[in-house]
Nanobody, 122 residues
Framework: QVQLVESGGGLVQARGSLRLSCAAS????????VGWFRQTPGKEREFVAH????????YYSDSVKGRFTISRDNAKNTVYLQMNSLKPEDTAVYYC???????????????WGQGTQVTVSS
């Protein structure tokens, strides 16, 4: 069992930056790939980025590529999402998820955090 807790969300102006954290407890976090997803009211949850167990490989959605960076520190049981050049359309609740393989498909992740709100004002 893995428990995930996101933090770092908040209100930021367009073109600003935020860093989200996903802290894990329970089983060894390094044994899981991690993905970030986001959701706005009335829309499907969408994939943002994922990272392999070791952190050696990452993948991003086209909408955030070049602006967001996913990274992890397995010694601290934490995955980060550095978000730069934020846009109002990035406003959403951001979730981290842990699973056996890195994938863009949310159903393949076994564990989810409760989410953290990111609001980008224009």
């Amino acid at each position: 069992q893995v428990q995930l807790v996101e933090s770092g969300g908040g209100l930021v102006q367009a073109r600003g930056s935020l860093r989200l954290s996903c802290a894990a407890s329970g089983r060894t976090f390094g044994g899981y790939a991690v993905g970030w997803f986001r959701q706005t009211p009335g829309k499907e949850r969408e994939f943002v980025a994922h990272i392999t167990r070791s952190g050696s490989s990452t993948y991003y959605s086209d909408s955030v590529k070049g602006r967001f960076t996913i990274s992890r520190d397995n010694a601290k049981n934490t995955v980060y999402l550095q978000m730069n050049s934020l846009k109002p359309e990035d406003t959403a609740v951001y979730y981290c998820a842990a699973g056996w393989i890195p994938t863009t498909t949310q159903n393949h992740y076994q564990y989810w955090g409760q989410g953290t709100q990111v609001t980008v004002s224009s």
